[in-house]
């Protein structure tokens, strides 16, 4: 079992930038893979960014390309997301996911970003 908490979020003006974290526990060994997603009410979970935890590549959703980055920590159990020159269209529930070797998501409960115009 994989536990995720995720830190950080919170209100921003355009403009501004916001580091997210998510700590994972547990069976972390298991983990090949971390990444973010967010949901705005009445729209789809996306796919925000997510990083290899053993070879360190990563992918971004397009809307992300160029403002945000994934990184992890040297123990490979952290992942941060530092968003960049926010819009009012990032403002949404953050959620952190884990993959584990059985291809079985792990997720976390989530952090509110909300950027104003």
């Known amino acids: 079992q994989v536990e995720l908490v995720e830190s950080g979020g919170g209100s921003v003006q355009a403009g501004g930038s916001l580091r997210l974290s998510c700590r994972a526990s547990?069976?972390?060994?298991?983990?090949?893979?971390m990444g973010w997603f967010r949901q705005a009410p009445g729209k789809e979970r996306e796919e925000v960014a997510r990083?290899?935890?053993?070879?360190?590549?990563?992918i971004y959703g397009d809307s992300v390309k160029g403002r945000f980055t994934i990184s992890q920590d040297n123990a490979k159990t952290t992942v941060y997301l530092q968003m960049n020159s926010l819009k009012p269209e990032d403002s949404g529930m953050y959620y952190c996911?884990?993959?584990?070797?059985?291809?079985?998501?792990?997720w976390g409960r989530g952090t509110q970003v909300t950027v104003s115009s």
């Open positions: 547990g069976y972390t060994f298991s983990i090949y893979s």
């Open positions: 990083i290899d935890t053993d070879a360190g590549t990563t």
């Open positions: 996911s884990a993959r584990d070797g059985a291809n079985y998501d792990y």
